[in-house]
């Protein structure tokens, strides 16, 4: 008589608050531990070909392995992410009155930027539909906003893409079909498109339903013939799926091929209706103006030079603290945004008490984190409990002696996720996730992953990789 032989399981180097938080997440994501045990070869990076080469539609590098949300977390992200976004959205009115002179001064706006901007958040449905993402940790009291951010350069849109390029390791392939899962996940890129032309054709002419769009794309990226058609056939389903004319046309230009004719913005002699931005820079009067009297549509536009700011979480929480808001909203905040001020000298209040910040930061450096107002891609960010007393004293004192542009936020600490490591093995990892609202649409979302080992801010320019999020039915 012969015995079976059975394969030994591999041994996963995770931690088990990381199993039991995937798991929590969904039930898939267990399974999916119990088969790469079985599959050890989902350890090795070099199963997946070509995860690594990097090209313009792919900039970044990712993580090879899924994770899989279940219909309750994604309608929880979604409730938090969307209420805090409104509330951001509605700071230059509730918090500033639309003054013009206090949004001049706060956000260091030019002379007269400021009336434009009202005038544009003034027009019906400008606000509302803004294009934003929230980034958060997942914490042992729910999900945590880091930071808000509400531009149209927002990255991470390209879901389907990634995902593709994790699915061509055929072991991970045979998961989804041997356990009948399929690769669900939504195209944040497509639903981008079908937000921006439903918004422009709700809201500006568009004569014979024709909705040329405009991405305004830095002069230096690499307008290969494959991100071109990939451009416009993306464009191409969005258009039929909402009825638009056929005829309707996508241009991939810098600022400098926007071109004004008798007082209309146009690329060559085709008119503009809608203009998303995949970098920032200065917009012609013209298309402001168009956009302020609704005769064309900006995604963001100018908007982010005051929505897009980190002190914006620093007012709402103060808003929080300070009876504000109303109490469904002073509890979303409270619940979900991270204590978080605005660093200047004086008072304030933490934990029920009157405090002097400066005292505060300096005496509990460990539990704060600074950041500059107008950073990106993790710049500047300080983290008390990862740096030296030193460190964090003369980065208190540089965030005061430039009053008001920095922010101070309560550290929160990210419940950590297993995920592939290296060319082998897998550890437990810090994760941000990227989550959009199209307008009041959940607009789906990725993660920013990397090891817990590394202390710096979880942040792609700073080593963080990306990984894809699938929807899973429970």
Avoid at 188 to 202: C, D, I, N, P
Wanted: proline content about 6%; some cysteine; glycine content about 8%.
């Amino acid at each position: 008589m012969t015995t079976m032989q059975t394969k030994p399981l591999a041994s996963l180097d995770i931690s088990d608050l990381s199993r039991k938080t995937f798991a929590g997440l969904s039930k898939v994501n267990e399974r999916f531990l119990r088969y790469v045990e079985s599959h050890p070869e989902l350890l090795e990076r070099s199963s997946f070909p070509g995860i690594d080469d990097l090209s313009p539609l792919q900039p970044y590098p990712l993580q090879p392995w899924p994770t899989f949300v279940s219909p309750q977390t994604r309608a929880e992200v979604h409730r938090v992410n969307l209420g805090l976004t409104r509330l951001v959205r509605q700071i230059p009115e509730r918090i500033f009155g639309f003054n013009h002179g206090r949004l001049q001064e706060f956000y260091d706006l030019e002379d007269g930027e400021a009336e434009t901007l009202c005038r544009l958040m003034k027009r019906p449905g400008v606000l509302d539909g803004t294009l934003a993402r929230g980034d958060f940790f997942l914490t042992e009291s729910g999900f945590q906003c880091l930071e808000c951010n509400v531009t149209g350069n927002l990255g991470g849109s390209a879901s389907v893409l990634y995902s593709a390029q994790c699915l061509t390791a055929p072991a991970l392939r045979n998961f989804f079909s041997s356990h009948g899962i399929p690769p669900r996940l939504l195209d944040t890129e497509h639903q981008g498109l079908l937000h921006v032309l439903r918004h422009t054709l709700a809201h500006c002419p568009c004569p014979g339903g024709v909705i040329n769009l405009v991405h305004l794309t830095p002069p230096q990226a690499r307008l290969t013939d494959q991100v071109l058609e990939h451009a416009r056939g993306k464009y191409r389903d969005a258009v039929a799926e909402v009825g638009a004319n056929s005829e309707s046309r996508i241009f991939l230009v810098p600022y400098s091929g926007l071109e004004v004719d008798s007082g209309r913005v146009t690329v060559g002699a085709e008119p503009v209706h809608a203009i998303v931005e995949g970098y920032v820079d200065r917009y012609p009067e013209a298309a402001v103006e168009q956009a302020a009297v609704g005769e064309m549509a900006l995604f963001n536009g100018p908007l982010h030079r005051v929505l897009d700011d980190k002190r914006n979480l620093a007012l709402l929480s103060a808003a929080a603290d300070g009876g504000e808001l109303s109490p469904t909203e002073t509890a979303l905040v409270r619940a979900h945004c991270p204590w978080t001020r605005i660093v200047v000298s004086g008072t304030t209040q933490f934990q029920a008490c009157t405090v002097l910040l400066e005292d505060l930061l300096r005496d509990r450096g460990a539990d704060f984190v600074l950041k500059p107002a107008k950073g990106l891609g993790g710049e500047g960010v300080v983290i008390g409990a990862h740096v030296a007393q030193v460190e964090w004293e003369d980065a208190v004192d540089r965030a005061l002696a430039e009053k008001g542009r920095w922010v101070a936020q309560k550290l929160v600490e990210p419940l950590p996720l297993p995920y592939q490591s290296e060319d082998l093995g897998c550890c437990d990892h810090a994760v941000v996730w990227g989550i959009f609202a199209l307008g009041s649409a959940y607009g789906g979302g990725y993660l920013r992953v990397q090891p817990t080992h590394r202390k710096k801010p979880v942040n792609q320019s700073q080593g963080a990789v990306t990984a894809c999020m699938f929807e899973a039915e429970e």
